[in-house]
């Protein structure tokens, strides 16, 4: 599902801020993770995960609100953090949504 501009921007901005809050973050353990993801104020609820993954950990967001698409897929290591915005529908869980290659656009720090 296409995300409109609005929510094109609103994802630029949760990347940055999730990225720098990751970088400053000691390791890339998914309980570090994880309470860097709630200290900037994204609800338990909202958040599925972390979870390990190769080298590090994973976490997705659902930030969709008033009938929004927003979601994002991170990838934490010890060096570089991946946030990947895309859409889904309200009537599936954001982790549930495949995706092509082509949908994929990262933003790393």
Same mark, same amino acid.
């Given at each position: ?7 094109? /921007?609103a ?8 990225? %720098? ?9 998914? =309980? ?10 994204? $609800? ?24 929004g698409? $927003? ?15 895309y859409? =889904?529908?309200?009537?599936?869980? /954001? ?5 092509? =290659?082509? %949908? ?6």
């Open positions: 599902m296409a995300l409109s501009d609005v929510e094109k /921007c994802a630029r901005a949760h990347t940055r801020r999730i990225t %720098d809050a990751l970088g400053k973050t000691p390791g890339a353990a998914p =309980a570090r993770v994880g309470e860097a993801l709630r200290g900037l104020g994204y $609800l338990p609820e909202r958040i599925d995960g972390p979870r390990r993954s190769a080298g590090g950990a994973g976490f997705t967001l659902d930030l969709r609100i008033m009938g698409h $927003l979601c994002l897929d991170g990838t934490v290591t010890g060096t570089a953090t991946t946030v990947v915005p859409g =889904a529908s309200p009537q599936v869980a /954001c982790r549930e949504v495949r995706r092509s =290659a082509a %949908d994929v656009t990262s933003s790393r720090a």
